[in-house]
């Protein structure tokens, strides 16, 4: 509540002085009260005193006034307080009201929940009771049924074994019905059998072989003596065929030819087929020169060299973590920075660091040259335990610098060009890749029909030489046109599955027909093929002989450059000549005379 504050009147110091009998001085200090003030007295000590203490009283009851309003406020601002708190207490009461109620509800939910719980602990310990019955009851049936199962276990697993052997006795069968099918349908065709595994001849096989072949009756067309670069049994005439064979003189052709054969029956098992490329084409000549001059074999050495290379292989997929030259696209190569410094003599790689420089200017980086180092270090010192000879450090130095190309090649395969992202980049390095597959794939397949063809007919040059047969000089100008045509001149063959009358399927060699090549070049090629169906002694094991057929379509391969005239299909080169006036003198046709056999291309069907 506020407190009623009644204003006192304010002092009147002029009608004080009146009442007191005292005169006012005026302002200018004349008057007659003037004379009375210059002279202190009583009087004048009261008035003052008087006048301290109305502006003390005056002082007061202004405090006085704003702290009766201050006591105000404070008032109404509990009375505000106490409001809310009447509020809350009325809302606290009715909240333990609410309150109340709930735990009146709680209370008869406990007693139920008890009720409920006494009725569940009874059902309970009765079914306690009939479960134990029950768990007695399976825990016998359970045994029954494990016994039982024992037995048939051991029932399906003898049926499992029979079953196995029956699959395996089937599979046998059928892949002997498969070979029955096979070889009637190449009979039925007439088809010239892929060979498989064949063996070396001694020379008594050689004379019972040489009793089936046939002879060719024709003979080449003389080459003019100025052209001619063959010995000189072109120009003599054919010999008569001798009735005995002399075995001597066929060891000795066949010595001549650079053919292999041993005297007696050689262990049957793998042959490598040794590669056409120079042993020591990737050499230096320094060492080519010791090697060649040292008393081991051509065969040793050869037997040396693949025993250290297989060391240094295993060295480098060791030390890089590659099997290849195409996995070092996926390594990260040193930064510039790291190769700068090590060229500057600054850093040096750490023992455990195998990375390759494949940045511009690899074949000079002085890291790489540390890196091969350890390499080559490390393939010495695991070469010592397993090799006696020694192998040069220079030789495997010049083998890894090789190896260096091959992997900065594929590195720099996958790195983005310019105005290429990476992922262009790497659909244009496995499409390269995919392409190089199949160049791979086709130089293979060209190089073994290359060599097998080269070998039967050295084999059959060798032979008729024994025999005194009248085609031995056809067979000469054969080797010469072999020899003309290459790897780049052979027929592309492919392996294909085909599904044959009463779903047989079987495996067949399709034949690429070439475009460019002389329709009788062709022919002679397919009698070379015919040929080695006949010498060929096949063993049992290897992969059977497949068919060849002549229908798979062209090949896309260009035609080899520099080969005479004869060689080439005339309507292909009228052809091609018309659709680009360059094209004849790209092809780069050989000037030189050489002529294929006589006139009857016919008979060597």
Known sequence: MESEYVQEPEYDQEMHEQSSGLERVRPDGGGPAAKRRA???????VLDNMRELVQYYKENTIESQRKAQAQAEENKRLLANLGNMQDQLSKMNDYMQENSEHNRELEKSKDTLLNHNQALCEQLRFAHGATEERTRNFTAF?????????????????????ARELERVTAQ??????????????????????????????????????????VIPFAPIPIPAAASSSDEDMANPPPTVSGNIDIAALAAELAKLGATFNSTPPKTGKKRRMSSKPVFE???????????????????TIRRINDHQKVLRTVKEAKCGVENAEEFAMKTPPSVDEVRRCEEGHLTPHPDDFRLDFNPGYRASRWNSIVLGKIVDATIVAGNRTIVVPVPQEWLLEKLKGQLNRAQEAWARIQPRKNETPAEAMARANQYQEYR???????????????????????????KSATKAPDLDAWKRILEMLKYLGHDGMSEEEEVEKVGAGGIRRYVFQVKVYVWRAEEVGKYLRLVDSMEDKIAVHQKRGNRPLPRERNGGQSISGAPKGLPACFYDATWIKKESEASPVFYEDLEVSEEAFYLLAASADMVE
């Open 282 to 300: 990737a050499i230096p000549d320094a060492i080519e020169k010791e090697w060649k001059a040292s008393p081991l074999q051509h065969r040793d």
């Open 173 to 214: 069968k059928t892949d002997e019905a498969a070979a029955l099918r096979t070889k009637l349908t190449n009979q039925a065709l007439g088809q010239t059998p892929r060979r498989a595994r064949a063996k070396i001849m001694n020379p008594a096989e050689m004379c019972n072989i040489g009793r089936k072949i046939p």
């Open 142 to 162: 359970g045994q029954q049924m494990m016994a039982q199962q024992q037995q048939l276990y051991t029932a399906l697993k003898a049926e499992k074994d029979r």
């Open 39 to 45: 002279i202190p007295g009583p009087k004048q000590d």
């Open 437 to 463: 597959a199949d160049y791979t794939r086709v130089l293979a397949a060209k190089t073994r029909k290359y060599d097998a063809c080269e070998k039967t007919i050295i084999f059959l040059i060798s032979l």
